[in-house]
């Protein structure tokens, strides 16, 4: 567990309990998108089965319904997050040696490089939580959906397959998005108490 903590943060034992909190939130997520790309969204749009043979009819009424697949958006989110660890890691490669104990006074540069990264992960969870209200502002695809667009040659029902199974995982993927963007929020705001 250490090795991942200290590969994810870049301070392994050298974190708050705060920290340890949001990393561990984002393993769960790390593997639930990993368990989700080979189970329930293994092919999403094929997943979607429509009453129609017509050429391009399907295709159409999938990117009606679902411009961009909630998969996707989170996956996206996770590899944006992950990224920001990463950079941790690398500023933080160089201080390794010089924290001797659970606290340490942070330098100036310190506590910005740390700030900055905090304001980003709060700013990329809260952007990618936007975009996904933007896309489905009831939070769920709908599990039944009626198409009439080019080149469907009349009204076309679809439904969506593993709809229950996928909305529970973006309902669980919304949640930690939320918990971490309230753990976010509140490590910012101890941040700045620190200093003023």
């Not at 209200?133 to 695809?141: I, N």
């Not at 009626?146 to 040659?153: A, L, S, V």
């Not at 918990?179 to 976010?184: G, P, Q, R, T």
Request: net charge positive; aromatic share 14%.
């Amino acid at each position: 567990m250490e090795v991942t903590l200290t590969f994810l943060s870049g301070t392994g034992l050298h974190i708050s309990s705060g920290t340890r909190t949001w990393l561990a939130l984002l393993a769960i997520r790390i593997f639930a998108v990993i368990i989700g790309a080979k189970t329930i969204w293994e092919d999403d749009l094929q997943d979607l089965a429509c009453n129609s043979t017509q050429v391009g009819c399907h295709y159409q009424c999938y990117t009606e319904l679902s411009p961009m697949s909630p998969f996707t958006l989170f996956s996206l989110q996770i590899t944006f997050i992950f990224t920001l660890s990463w950079t941790n890691i690398l500023y933080n490669k160089s201080n390794l040696r010089q924290l001797r104990c659970n606290f340490v006074q942070p330098t100036d540069i310190h506590w910005k490089i740390n700030f900055l990264i905090t304001l980003a992960k709060l700013l990329t969870e809260g952007i990618f939580l936007f975009f996904h209200y933007m896309l489905y502002p009831s939070l769920l695809r709908q599990h039944v959906f009626k198409c009439d667009i080019t080149p469907c040659e009349k009204t076309v029902v679809c439904i969506m397959l593993k709809s229950r199974q996928k909305d529970a995982f973006v309902i669980f993927m919304y949640t930690c998005s939320l918990a971490s963007v309230l753990m976010e929020t509140i490590k910012t705001y101890y941040l700045v108490g620190k200093v003023v």
